[in-house]
């Protein structure tokens, strides 16, 4: 059965850096594309990142670009997103999702059928 476990959330200062981890389980992930995606309080999910299965495609909103990066450990079956220059508006529950598709992604919430149940980002002073 494919799981996706999100962990790495937390409470940083504006500025600071938090690295977050999906960690799945039930397949193999060098076969599917995996997106990052965020909900804040009274907003709608948005996109944050994706990248391709094979790893060699990467997306990123306008509003994380130059902060984030998104990587991933096929070994591990890992994917990371790196965020760093926190701002308190990057605050919000912040989830992966997984595609069976190799060579593509894009950061659409519909587009991905399998989903974590996310962990807790809070960026404040």
């Known amino acids: 059965q494919l799981q996706l476990v999100e962990s790495g959330g937390g409470l940083v200062q504006p500025g600071g850096s938090l690295r977050l981890s999906c960690q799945a389980s039930?397949?193999?992930?060098?076969?599917?594309?995996i997106g990052w995606f965020r909900q804040a309080p009274v907003r709608e999910r948005e996109g944050v990142s994706c990248i391709s299965g094979r790893g060699g495609m990467t997306n990123y909103a306008d509003s994380v670009k130059g902060r984030f990066t998104i990587s991933r450990d096929n070994a591990k079956n890992t994917v990371y997103l790196q965020m760093n220059s926190l701002k308190p508006e990057d605050t919000a529950i912040y989830y992966c999702?997984?595609?069976?598709?190799?060579?593509?992604?894009?950061?659409?919430?519909?587009?991905?059928?399998?989903w974590g149940q996310g962990t807790q980002v809070t960026v404040s002073s």
């Open positions: 999702a997984a595609r069976m598709v190799q060579a593509m992604c894009i950061t659409t919430e519909g587009w991905f059928p399998s």
């Open positions: 039930g397949f193999t992930l060098g076969y599917y594309a």
